[in-house]
């Protein structure tokens, strides 16, 4: 299984910029698939999860309303629209995937696929 991360970049406060994740390697379909974020000197944190299908969704009170997550079944895809971005947005940004469709889970050890992550930083 290989998740592959990009999309990262230096933005201003208030830009918007959209993350990209390509799967291969497995079943996409049977996968809940997740961002996390890591920001320096800090743990790694639960920033969205969508389900299989793509029609659930679940995020951290931290992004509601400024992040959009969606999913491309047909081309392995997962994406994460940031908007508003803020100086609390800069992290090391990772896209996970879990096997079955529980996306209620913000817990990093229930994901047992990473990406690499791309680093997004929001200067102000």
């Known amino acids: 299984v290989q998740l592959q991360a990009s999309g990262g970049g230096l933005v201003q406060a208030g830009d918007s910029l959209r993350l990209s994740c390509a799967a291969s390697?497995?079943?996409?379909?049977?996968?809940?698939m997740a961002w996390f974020r890591q920001a320096p000197g800090k743990e790694r944190e639960f920033v969205a999860s969508?389900?299989?299908?793509?029609?659930?969704?679940n995020y951290a009170d931290s992004v509601q309303g400024r992040f959009i997550l969606s999913r491309d079944n047909s081309k392995k895809m997962l994406f994460l629209q940031m908007n508003d971005l803020k100086r609390e947005d800069t992290a090391v940004y990772y896209c996970?995937?879990?096997?079955?469709?529980?996306?209620?889970?913000?817990?990093?050890?229930?994901?047992?696929?990473w990406g690499q992550g791309t680093l997004v930083t929001v200067s102000s």
């Open positions: 969508i389900n299989s299908s793509g029609v659930r969704k």
């Open positions: 996970a995937a879990r096997y079955g469709n529980n996306f209620y889970s913000r817990a990093s050890r229930d994901y047992g696929y």
């Open positions: 390697g497995l079943t996409f379909i049977q996968y809940v």
